[in-house]
């Protein structure tokens, strides 16, 4: 088995208004790995290489130990693969679509799907124009997942749904990725759908990945400082500070490499350190955005 | 470059998802032009005209109907990203949608132009108008197959609207253009039907055309690693 389900290195393409830049991704077998960025990052243009949809214009792209694009037809017999943008044949039922999808996929597990259709509370017999969105995006799941893929990736799969379907995917997504070793990789906006989910974090954002973690390690690394400062003179950043957020006597300032000297290091600036809190991985994905514009300008 | 062999297991198994999504239209068009034959049949110079237009049109609006919901609606409508995940690459979608097209339309085409044959050798319809009824029927099914082509390579529905058109207006050029050959017009009213070097050439040439338009567009599109 592979050490790794995804490889990109130094991938690149060109558009005439967005470029994709030097893209350097490793998601090793057996994680899921939330792919996160605001919209028209390049989340769908980097899955469209991985699945071999599309041709970069530099860089090398290994999936299941094979290269892409030359051998997506063989890569595709092993990869689950489900997009917000993708539909199902609106005039036939989700029976039709799961024995056309079973004819091609000797892997297809009818005991797995029938749990699924349970599971997603799904009507075989009714038309997919018949179904709301949320069921829609259940049935794509379903059949991606009932072929027992070796790698599931999945572009953004929960866009557009409203939150209470959002929700339901997400739970169910959730469980199911937790019931076997699977390799996933999940694209969204949306970091609370990622951080449910995921055990491995990628941001990207103007064509660029900008940091790669395991979720842990993003959620240790980040931390927000609450100060009370002796007064209200600026207070100047410190070693891993990324952002202060002055008012006053009281600051609030975030670290992406939080250790203990920090606290250490303002107390002995007679700064009282307040709290020191957790962030999410929204807030986590937001500093790092900022920080990473900053950089550029 | 041909990345990968061609998947023919995987090309059926597509050509037989579209059999299922649009075999009843096509069984639909089957029935009008039967009875489109059936009208041309009744006494009348009148019922003989409305049958060869309602025949003419139906023959089209099969064709159409193959193309736009196969090829153009399949793209608007996103269901080929679902195809996209398969396990296929570019030319065996081609192939697919090409040669699947065909054999659908054909579904709809062969049973009409039998049938119309029939009814014309059980008729009094002239028999000499035969070749010409083989003939126009061939013309439309090469007029399907370089739209299928030219939907499938461009993958716009705009030039497909445009090359629709124009192959309808050719086709009333056709129309003229064959009346017009000496060997067809003489035997037109004829009793029994006339195969002659000038009729037999043009079906070669339809067949030609046909098997040209398949070739092309296979390679064209084998030339695509990518869908996108």
Redesign the interface.
Same mark, same amino acid.
């Given at each position: 088995m592979n050490e790794f389900a995804i490889q990109l290195h130094n991938v690149s393409k060109h558009f005439n208004y967005f470029d994709l830049k030097n893209i350097d991704l490793a998601l090793p077998t057996g994680q899921i790995m939330g792919f996160v960025g605001a919209n028209g990052a390049g989340k769908s243009t980097t899955i469209r290489i991985i699945m071999g949809l599309m041709q970069a214009d530099s860089g090398d792209v290994t999936v299941l130990g094979q290269s892409q694009p030359q051998m997506q037809t063989q890569i595709k017999h092993n990869v689950g693969f489900s997009s917000e943008e993708m539909r199902l044949y609106g005039a036939k039922n989700l029976g039709w679509h799961m024995q056309f999808i079973k004819s091609i996929y000797p892997g297809w597990d009818d005991a797995y799907a029938k749990e699924l259709l349970q599971r997603f509370d799904l009507n075989l017999e009714q038309n997919i124009k018949q179904f709301s969105k949320g069921q829609h995006i259940k049935a794509q799941l379903l059949l991606v997942l009932a072929r027992k893929p070796r790698l599931l990736v999945l572009d953004e799969p929960t866009t557009g749904l409203d939150p209470v379907a959002r929700q339901e995917v997400n739970n169910e997504l959730a469980l199911i990725l937790k019931d076997e070793e699977r390799t996933v990789l999940f694209s969204s906006h949306n970091t609370a759908d990622v951080e449910k989910i995921s055990d491995q974090i990628t941001f990207i954002d103007r064509g660029s990945i900008f940091d790669s973690n395991d979720k842990e390690t993003f959620l240790e690394n980040w931390r927000r400082l609450q100060l009370e400062l002796p007064s209200d003179q600026p207070l100047l950043p410190i070693g891993n500070i990324v952002q202060v957020e002055q008012q006053g006597r009281l600051a609030a300032v975030i670290t992406n490499k939080f250790t203990a000297d920090i606290v250490q290091a303002y107390q002995a600036q007679n700064i009282k350190v307040l709290a020191v809190e957790s962030l999410s991985l929204e807030e986590i994905f937001l500093a790092n955005v900022n920080l990473r514009r900053q950089g550029e300008r | 470059m041909l990345?990968?062999k061609i @998947?023919t297991p995987?090309i059926v198994?597509l050509i037989a998802?579209d059999w299922?999504?649009y075999k009843k239209f096509m069984l639909g068009y089957c029935a009008l032009g039967v009875i489109a034959a059936g009208i041309m049949t009744l006494p009348t110079d009148f019922s003989f005209h409305l049958g060869v237009v309602v025949l003419i049109t139906v023959l089209i609006g099969a064709s159409a109907h193959v193309l736009f919901a196969s090829i153009v609606i399949e793209k608007k409508?996103?269901?080929l990203?679902?195809i996209?995940?398969?396990?296929? @690459?570019v030319t065996?979608y081609a192939l697919s949608k090409l040669l699947g097209g065909i054999a659908i339309y054909l579904t709809c085409w062969l049973p009409i132009v039998l049938v119309t044959l029939l009814i014309f050798t059980f008729s009094p319809i002239p028999n000499g108008l035969i070749p010409m009824l083989i003939l126009c029927a061939l013309e439309i099914l090469v007029g399907t197959v370089l739209l299928l082509s030219v939907g499938i390579t461009s993958g716009s529905e705009a030039v497909t609207i445009v090359t629709m058109v124009i192959i309808n207006l050719l086709f009333n050029v056709f129309l003229f253009a064959v009346v017009r050959l000496e060997g067809i017009h003489l035997h037109m009213a004829a009793e029994t039907a006339v195969f002659n070097q000038t009729v037999m050439s043009l079906i070669g040439a339809g067949v030609l055309i046909i098997l040209l338009i398949i070739a092309v567009t296979t390679y064209i599109k084998s030339r695509k690693?990518?869908?996108?």
């Open positions: - | 990345t990968s @998947n995987m198994k998802k299922h999504l409508e996103s269901q990203s679902f996209m995940g398969l396990p296929i @690459n065996d690693v990518c869908f996108l």
